[in-house]
T-cell receptor
Framework: AQKITQTQPGMFVQEKEAVTLDCTYD???????LFWYKQPSSGEMIFLIY??????QNATEGRYSLNFQKARKSANLVISASQLGDSAMYFC??????????FGKGTMLLVSP | DAMVIQNPRYQVTQFGKPVTLSCSQT?????MYWYQQKSSQAPKLLFH???????NEADTPDNFQSRRPNTSFCFLDIRSPGLGDAAMYLC????????????FGPGTRLTVL
């Protein structure tokens, strides 16, 4: 079985600052993928970034980077230079073996001016 | 642009009146998924199609059915909606099965009166 844990129900950050959203995972499968999605109030799930279990380097996509620490089973999302439009719910998810996505409970990020 | 489209964006139905939600994709992906997301919760997978092969989650109620007449389209049928079925319904696609990235449509918000 695979499990995702997001321990931060809500986070606050000021515009232009960096913020880290925490995610830990658990799986017995050596091959897995880790994902982060953003869900604004409109409801659409927007794919942000992917990290494969065998990837040697941390994934980056523009202002998003994934701090992958395999030994600690953590996959934290770092958003640099926060913008007002970053205010949304953020979900960490994983897929291992033949299992489809398992989502965490999400972290609500609010960016203030 | 290649994308996942859901129609309608908002659907209101009456208790017990059958309703069909539609999803189409121009990504030519093999796999299509349906998720149910209730307020302040993570998405919950209902079922998915790998090409024409249907995969039902063990805890998906019989009230929910799905059809995939061709690669591009997938439908979610709710035979007798109850008040507890009011939710956001998200369609997603991936090129192959896990751990390929899933891309989501904008969702259909279902209200049951």
């Amino acid at each position: 079985a695979q499990k995702i844990t997001q321990t931060q129900p809500g986070m606050f950050v000021q515009e232009k600052e960096a913020v880290t959203l925490d995610c830990t995972y658990d799986t017995s499968d050596p091959s897995y993928g880790l994902f982060w999605y953003k869900q604004p109030s409109s409801g659409e799930m927007i794919f942000l970034i992917y990290q494969g279990s065998y990837d040697q380097q941390n994934a980056t996509e523009g202002r998003y980077s994934l701090n992958f620490q395999k030994a600690r089973k953590s996959a934290n999302l770092v958003i640099s230079a926060s913008q007002l439009g970053d205010s949304a719910m953020y979900f960490c998810a994983m897929s291992s073996g033949y299992s489809t996505l398992t989502f965490g409970k999400g972290t609500m990020l609010l960016v203030s001016p | 642009d290649a994308m996942v489209i859901q129609n309608p964006r908002y659907q209101v139905t009456q208790f017990g009146k059958p309703v069909t939600l539609s999803c189409s994709q121009t990504l030519n992906h093999n796999v299509m998924y349906w998720y149910q997301q209730k307020s302040s919760q993570a998405p919950k997978l209902l079922f998915h199609y790998y090409d024409k092969d249907f995969n039902n989650e063990a805890d998906t109620p019989d009230n929910f059915q799905s059809r995939r007449p061709n690669t591009s389209f997938c439908f979610l049928d709710i035979r007798s909606p109850g008040l507890g079925d009011a939710a956001m319904y998200l369609c997603a696609t991936s090129r192959e099965g896990p751990p390929d990235t899933q891309y989501f449509g904008p969702g259909t918000r279902l209200t049951v009166l």
